[in-house]
C-alpha cells in the first residue's frame, strides 16, 4: 500500500515557477514508477510526466516538455515537479500518482495509487 500527499501548488504569475512535491509512505516507494498527471475545470485528467523507479528515464507530456522537470529522491520517499516557464493553460489540479506498467504509463486509468491533488494557478 502506498499514500501520496502532494504539496507546493499555489498562484504564481505567468512565466514563474512552481515546484510540487509528493510525500509517499509505504515500504515499497522505490520500487514503484511515479507520475504526475492534472486536470483543468473541465476537462479530463491528463498525463504530465513520470519517471522510473531507478529514475532513469523521464517521460513528458509534450505540452510541458521543456519547461518541466520530473525528479525522485528515493531515500526521502519524495517525487517533485519543477515546473518554469508556467502559462495559464497550465492551471489545474495536479495529482500524484503510483505504480503503473511502463506500458501504460500515460495512461491515466493504468495507475494503482493517487494522491488528492494541489491546485496550481497560473494568472496572466
Known amino acids: 500500500q502506498v499514500q501520496l500527499v502532494e504539496s507546493g501548488g499555489g498562484l504564481v504569475q505567468t512565466g514563474g515557477s512552481l515546484r510540487l512535491s509528493c510525500a509517499a509512505s509505504g515500504r515499497t516507494f522505490s520500487s514503484h514508477a511515479m507520475g504526475w498527471f492534472r486536470q483543468a475545470p473541465g476537462k479530463e485528467r491528463e498525463f504530465v510526466a513520470a519517471i522510473t523507479w531507478t529514475a532513469t528515464t523521464t517521460y513528458y507530456a509534450g505540452s510541458v516538455k521543456g519547461r518541466f522537470t520530473i525528479s525522485r529522491d528515493n531515500a526521502k520517499n519524495t517525487v517533485y515537479l519543477q515546473m518554469n516557464s508556467l502559462k495559464p493553460e497550465d492551471t489545474a489540479v495536479y495529482y500524484c500518482?503510483?505504480?503503473?506498467?511502463?506500458?501504460?504509463?500515460?495512461?491515466?486509468?493504468?495507475?494503482?495509487?493517487w494522491g488528492q491533488g494541489t491546485q496550481v494557478t497560473v494568472s496572466s
Open positions: 500518482a503510483a505504480d503503473t506498467s511502463l506500458a501504460l504509463i500515460t495512461t491515466t486509468t493504468a495507475w494503482r495509487y
